[in-house]
């Protein structure tokens, strides 16, 4: 069974940059092709993604709100999946949850079998 676990939210202030996690377990990930995708709730509003990459060969893509400003990236192991996130506003402010799909990306978070908690992040 997949697992996702989120870190690296935080309280932070506008300008500042925050990288989050995402460590997956319980998957071949070396031995499949999966799209890994961040997601993002602010308070009151509807999840939206904010980045995404299909790792059998896929561009990364990031929301017109982050692109510039974010960065995808993986470790050497291929089990981690960073956000990056420069010069942050407070509209950054949400819960921050890692997806999982083992097939091609998707904008749609009901798109992604496996989620991650979630990691909170508040910027002022």
């Known amino acids: 069974h997949v697992q996702l676990v989120e870190s690296g939210g935080d309280s932070a202030q506008a300008g500042g940059t925050l990288k989050l996690s995402c460590e997956v377990s319980g998957a071949p990930y070396d031995n499949s092709r999966p799209c890994m995708a961040w997601f993002r709730q602010p308070p009151g509003k509807e999840r939206e993604v904010v980045a995404s990459v299909y790792t059998g060969g896929g561009v990364p893509h990031y929301a017109d709100s982050v692109k510039g400003r974010s960065t995808l990236s993986q470790d050497n192991n291929k089990r981690t999946l960073y956000l990056q996130m420069n010069s942050l506003k407070p509209e950054d402010t949400a819960m921050y949850c890692c997806?999982?799909?083992?097939?091609?990306?998707?904008?749609?978070?009901?798109?992604?079998?496996?989620w991650g908690q979630g990691t909170q992040v508040t910027v002022s």
């Open positions: 997806a999982y799909r083992t097939r091609y990306c998707s904008p749609n978070s009901n798109d992604y079998r496996y």
